[in-house]
């Protein structure tokens, strides 16, 4: 595995720069449904195997035999990982705050070692993302980030993204983004996008059923950015 | 060469010791690594070694198809080697034959030795080895470029695997062959080795040599494989821009 070496006696610890997701039981990731059976759903979270939702971790009264009303293939989910088993097996969840169906917006993928600069510290980079292009975001600990908003705004985002992704292990990463917003904002309304905007649209963007709640925007997930970003920054080059 | 028909054997060695593309017996030929040369796989390289062109893509771990070969207990290590039907002179067939399944099998089992399957069972590790342009030594070229791929991909593993083809060539020992050494010579030895164990993990022949022979090859060989781990740990560093004091592959 290429990454960086910690030695903390007796143990030694590679903390990667690549690969695939690694679960951990707590992450909340972003999925999309493979596989449709009578008591669960097949979820491709970006990890090595795919992870069963079993209809008694929705927020649903699902019927045996009826989980195809409610989740089908490809359809897009926010949900927690609650345990993993030395077989190797997922188990998700989708009941807890901000967990559930996510409707419309798009999804981009990036590398899940970038995801602690993406949230950025203390919620910085995302602030600074949401904050310029007035889009709805949802950053999954698997690399997934779920993005909705005007086209233009979604646009925006997804290059905002790229740029973490490739770059990412370089300084100054948060003024290079913001000034890539900056130079990228529409004409007519140049600079940050009005609170009062920004409020309208999200109120019309939050479906009113409590069945399908949508996750609001980095509100828990700087915490968790938070913490991977102090171990990084620990031991790494960063 | 200068030869007219096919039979006459070219002259491998020079009276000054020097060989056909006037290289020392215990050089190597050029080597370039790329690592994260695609951008689709969870792990890629591109080696150019010689005049041999490579690509390696790596994918997993992953769901396990076809499902009958997912083992309940550790990773399963998928390989399939391939050489592109314009690789060679003469139009290779395409698709799978003889030669290229044992190469597959044989990195593969390589490749079953360094990896630590056991933290993800029931999943596939998928290395696929295109060759693009071959001029002897593929299955070490391949083999370098899947191992760069894998660690390029995060997959945990004992070391990376350096591979280098040995042989006797006008009666001497010889590293590294080149199309027209390999063709002509009197042996061919491809290694790899797993540097900081000193162990071998691959380890073919094909011609004649005394145990003598074989035993001053393998010395060279291992040489040859130092060397080369060398150029592949340092083409993870700049595929992550890493100086050596931050980190390495481990």
Not at chain 1, 117 to 135: E, K, N
Not at chain 2, 69 to 88: D, E, G, P, T
Request: hydrophobic share 40%.
């Amino acid at each position: 595995m290429l990454g960086l070496l910690s030695r903390r006696p007796p143990f030694v610890q590679v903390v990667p720069l690549s690969g695939r997701y690694i679960p951990k039981p707590g992450d909340t990731v972003i999925g999309t449904v493979t596989d449709v059976q009578g008591t669960f759903w097949l979820l491709d979270i970006g990890a090595p195997r795919w992870a069963p939702l079993h209809m008694t971790g929705t927020p649903w009264d699902v019927e045996v035999g009826e989980t195809d009303r409610y989740l089908r293939v490809r359809d897009a989910v926010i949900v927690q990982v609650e345990n993993l088993d030395p077989t190797g097996r997922i188990g998700v969840t989708m009941n807890g705050e901000g967990l559930g169906k996510l409707e419309g917006g798009t999804i981009v993928s990036i590398s899940p070692a970038r995801v602690p600069r993406v949230v950025g510290r203390g919620g910085s980079m995302i602030q600074t993302i949401t904050r310029h292009t007035g889009a709805h975001i949802a950053v999954g600990q698997n690399g997934r980030v779920w993005v909705d908003g005007t086209p233009e705004a979604i646009r925006r985002v997804t290059e905002a993204l790229r740029i973490i992704d490739a770059e990412g292990q370089r300084p100054g990463l948060t003024d290079r983004v913001e000034s890539l917003l900056v130079s990228t904002a529409p004409t007519d309304r140049s600079g940050p996008v009005s609170p009062q905007r920004e409020s309208e649209y999200r109120d019309a963007a939050v479906p009113p059923t409590p069945h399908h709640p949508v996750h609001e925007d980095g509100e828990e997930e700087p915490d968790e950015g938070d913490a991977s970003d102090g171990e990084g920054s620990g031991e790494g080059p960063f | 060469m200068g030869s007219v028909g096919a039979k006459e054997v070219p002259v491998l060695l020079s009276p000054e010791g020097l060989r056909i593309d006037g290289r020392r017996l215990d050089e190597l030929r050029p080597i370039r690594i790329q690592a994260g040369a695609l951008r689709q796989a969870d792990g890629s390289a591109f080696v150019e070694w010689g005049a041999n062109k490579v690509m390696a893509a790596v994918y997993g771990p992953r769901e396990v198809h076809p499902r009958h070969l997912q083992q309940n207990n550790k990773a399963v290590i998928q390989c399939r080697y391939n050489m592109a039907a314009f690789s060679v002179d003469e139009r290779k067939r395409p698709g799978l034959d003889r030669r290229s399944q044992e190469i597959s099998k044989v990195i593969a089992e390589a490749f079953e030795s360094v990896v630590f399957a056991e933290e993800f069972p029931r999943t596939s590790i998928d290395v696929y080895i295109e060759v693009l342009q071959a001029n002897a030594g593929t299955r070490c070229a391949g083999l370098v470029a899947a191992s760069v791929a894998l660690a390029d991909a995060g997959i945990p593993m004992v070391d990376l695997l350096p591979a280098v083809a040995v042989g006797k060539v006008g009666g001497a020992i010889a590293l590294d062959l080149k199309k027209e050494e390999d063709n002509f010579g009197e042996a061919d030895l491809p290694m790899a080795l797993v540097p900081q164990s000193g162990r071998l993990v691959l380890l073919q022949m094909e011609g004649h040599m005394s145990p003598e022979e074989l035993a001053q090859s393998l010395d060279l060989g291992v040489r040859g494989c130092r060397e080369i781990y060398e150029k592949m740990k340092q083409a993870l560093r700049e595929r992550y821009a890493l100086t050596p004091a931050a980190g390495g592959a481990a």
